[in-house]
Nanobody
Framework: QVQLVESGGGLVQAGGSLRLSCAASIRTFSRYTMGWFRQAPGKEREFVAGISWSGESICADSVKGRFTISRDNTKNTVYLQMNTLRPEDTAVYYC??????????????????WGQGTQVTVSS
């Protein structure tokens, strides 16, 4: 059974940085596209960034130039480096994976395995 565990969230001032990590208990991690999503109170879950098994990455326009997704297949871990954080980035951030072999996508429904989430709070 696939498990995803996020870490690295916290409280940061606007303009600051955080790096989120997601450790995956997947035997064939390198075959999986991985994604980061976020959900703010009262809002729908939204795509943040995704990275394919081959390293192709995409991200939402709202975080382009500020957030970077990366992966280390030797550690079964995907990262989200978040720079120049804004109060509107405040949300619970989730790591997610679709079934193995899928191309990277921003569609929430394509992702079938989810972590428990980590809170990111950006103060103004």
């Amino acid at each position: 059974q696939v498990q995803l565990v996020e870490s690295g969230g916290g409280l940061v001032q606007a303009g600051g940085s955080l790096r989120l990590s997601c450790a995956a208990s997947i035997r064939t991690f390198s075959r999986y596209t991985m994604g980061w999503f976020r959900q703010a109170p009262g809002k729908e879950r939204e795509f943040v960034a995704g990275i394919s098994w081959s390293g192709e990455s995409i991200c939402a326009d709202s975080v382009k130039g500020r957030f970077t997704i990366s992966r280390d297949n030797t550690k079964n871990t995907v990262y989200l480096q978040m720079n120049t954080l804004r109060p509107e980035d405040t949300a619970v951030y989730y790591c997610a994976a679709p079934p193995p072999g899928r191309v990277v996508t921003n569609k929430v429904y394509e992702y079938t395995t989810w972590g428990q989430g980590t809170q990111v709070t950006v103060s103004s």
